[in-house]
């Protein structure tokens, strides 16, 4: 049976259930669903999709995954708006309680969640929350402010330039 228009697909899943049946999904995402990612700078033109592949690793239910769109963030440097495209491959491995949570998952991250009602707006949040610079900003040359830098000699005030001498003499 299809889904009617204008119907969103699941934003949980069983993903125990997902990986016994090794099951992919993909869900897209605007930014009004990602408060977060608001938060960190984040504007109203963002998209993020996330397609996923569940399988099953010693026990757990794991996800193959990959965050990709684009944010449009502040630029750091002109502070006008930079669009930075995401492109983020990532292994998780879900796990329901603290003793899971140690044990050493080869190329899997484990996270602490309830695999029956995995939260696949979470998850992709969490991912790109994870996956933004550090510093927003353009491409050299591409900015929106000319801001060249000034050579050192070019009239640099130095207020505290001749302390080491004050304090010589004093």
Known sequence: MSRPPGVQPERFVDATQCAHAERELARDFT????????EAGA?????LSLRLRFLRLAQNPAVDGLLS????????????PVTVQLREPFKVVLVADEVALAQEFT???AILVDPV??????????Q???????VPRHEPGACGASVEPQPEDAGTQRPFGNLRDMMRDG
């Open 69 to 80: 769109g684009q944010l449009e963030l502040v630029c750091q440097r002109c502070l006008g």
């Open 31 to 38: 930014l009004d669903a990602l408060p977060r990612l608001q």
């Open 117 to 126: 009602r995995l939260d696949l707006q979470w998850l992709a949040e969490e």
């Open 43 to 47: 504007r109203v033109r963002s998209r």
């Open 128 to 134: 790109a929350l994870l996956a933004l610079p550090l």
């Open 107 to 109: 190329d899997y991250e």
